[in-house]
């Protein structure tokens, strides 16, 4: 029998000093890094580039049960059929270089975390709530075992169960496949989600017993755990 872990998915305490100091470059001065606060990855749904994404979505045009569901499956099946995961390395010839929507979207590529801003950022912009939106970071363990540093979006459904919404998949799970948040976190289950810090464009929280509040000390700390390991 599976053992159940239960998380406070969208946040247990907000965390503070949210500039991240080493994610941006300043472009023709490679060696000039531009602290930027976490938050703004999540795209403002009046950004043109984000509208011109949902303008071309066919959503459902009421508000009827089911139809904010239908909403983040659509985005959801977006960004996975156009962007394709890329390390860092590879698209950005950077060890951990954040890409803001926009740019994710012209590229068409991305890592982990510039897969799941974008899609954070077009679930906000198809009209769903702040409150049910959030982007999360943490370990993901992989179906070997092997434990790697992850960042994944989260959507509150109309049935107010919080549901994992894996950017980097190649393909959209059919809907009665659409992951449980809880589901996923199971102490026994193989791939498993352990949430440690999540956003919106509003707030950075904790998510269950932290030894800091601090973004950045959490971001340095989460680094030095990833190092020997692979990250997503």
């Given at each position: 029998?599976?053992k159940?872990?239960?998380?406070?998915?969208?946040?247990s305490?907000i965390?503070r000093?949210?500039?991240?100091p080493?994610?941006r470059?300043?472009i023709?001065n490679?060696?000039v890094?531009?602290p930027?606060?976490l938050?703004e990855w999540?795209?403002?749904?009046?950004?043109q580039?984000?509208r011109?994404v949902i303008a071309?979505?066919?959503f459902p045009?009421?508000k009827?049960?089911?139809?904010?569901?239908?909403?983040?499956?659509l985005?959801?099946?977006?960004?996975?059929?156009h962007?394709?995961?890329?390390p860092d390395?590879?698209?950005?010839?950077?060890?951990?270089?954040?890409?803001?929507?926009?740019?994710?979207?012209?590229?068409?590529?991305?890592d982990?975390e510039d897969?799941?801003f974008?899609?954070?950022?077009l679930?906000?912009?198809s009209?769903?709530?702040?409150f049910?939106?959030?982007?999360v970071?943490?370990?993901l363990?992989?179906?070997?075992?092997?434990?790697?540093?992850?960042?994944?979006p989260?959507y509150?459904?109309e049935n107010?169960?919080?549901?994992i919404l894996?950017?980097?998949l190649?393909?959209?799970p059919d809907e009665y496949?659409?992951?449980w948040a809880d589901y996923?976190?199971r102490?026994?289950?193989?791939?498993r989600y352990?949430?440690?810090m999540?956003?919106n464009?509003d707030?950075v929280w904790a998510?269950g017993?932290r030894?800091?509040q601090?973004?950045?000390?959490?971001?340095?700390s989460?680094?030095?755990?990833?190092r020997s390991?692979t990250?997503?």
């Open positions: 029998m599976q159940e872990t239960f998380y406070e998915w969208p946040g305490q965390m000093r949210t500039a991240i080493s994610k470059r300043v023709g490679e060696d890094l531009i930027t606060d938050r999540i795209t403002s749904s009046d950004s580039e984000i011109l071309d979505l066919d045009t009421g009827e049960l089911g139809e904010f569901d239908q909403r983040a499956r985005v959801w099946q977006f960004v996975i059929e962007v394709k995961y890329c390395e590879i698209a950005q010839r950077k060890l951990d270089f954040w890409q803001f929507p926009a740019e994710t979207l012209a590229l068409g590529k991305g982990c897969c799941a974008l899609l954070a950022s679930l906000l912009a009209g769903i709530s702040p049910c939106v959030r982007v970071f943490g370990t363990t992989q179906e070997d075992g092997s434990p790697v540093a992850h960042a994944w989260i509150k459904d107010g169960g919080w549901r894996e950017s980097t190649e393909k959209l496949e659409w992951p996923l976190a102490l026994n289950s193989l791939p352990r949430p440690e999540c956003l464009r707030h998510i017993p030894r800091t601090d973004v950045t000390v959490y971001l340095a989460r680094k030095r755990r990833m390991r990250r997503c």
